[in-house]
């Protein structure tokens, strides 16, 4: 049997943040709190050199995140301001699914990926950051990343751990 590669795969996440400054300490810190449904997992191939079996797995975690960051915002205009931020997370998954293919054709939907004793955890945590601009105090811009430091994986053979990264545009109400 060949090596299994996780391959990264898109998602949504959707959500809402808000920041609150903190003065005490110096002007341009912030603290940044949040709600977001983010859509992580992952997908992965492998083939059976003896009768040529190839399986396709693609695996779906969405879950409800609550980052909580500590930043620092660089006024370099009356408009525009970079940012970076960094901070724990704590998240639960509400839902996820498994799709499974071989040669080319679905063979399995499994549709409750949290039971069993290889299935998935549903809490999570970890810690994570973003970078980015923003302009005119109303729209922002951002790269960012989370790493989970929790292995998601109810099987005692393998190790699963949520990595995300997001592009994402903002607006500030």
Excluded at 73 to 84: D, N, R, T
């Amino acid at each position: 049997m060949g090596d299994i590669e996780p391959q990264c795969q898109a998602g949504l996440l959707l959500g809402a943040k808000g920041e609150l400054g903190i003065p005490s300490i110096t002007k341009g810190f912030y603290t940044e709190f949040g709600l977001h449904l983010s859509a992580k997992g992952y997908k992965y191939e492998y083939g059976n050199m003896v009768n040529t079996d190839e399986r396709h797995f693609t695996r779906n975690l969405n879950y409800l995140v609550v980052p909580v960051h500590i930043g620092y915002k660089i006024e370099c205009s009356k408009s525009v301001s970079l940012f970076a931020n960094v901070g724990p997370y704590a998240g639960v998954a509400l839902w996820g699914k498994e799709k499974s293919y071989r040669n080319g054709k679905k063979f399995h939907t499994e549709s409750d990926i949290f039971s069993g004793k290889y299935g998935y955890k549903r809490f999570d945590w970890g810690c994570g950051f973003n970078v980015g601009v923003e302009y005119a105090k109303h729209f922002q811009l951002s790269f960012g990343a989370d790493w989970s430091l929790m292995n998601v994986s109810k099987a005692n053979d393998y190790t699963y751990k949520n990595r995300s990264f997001t592009f994402s545009l903002g607006y500030i109400l």
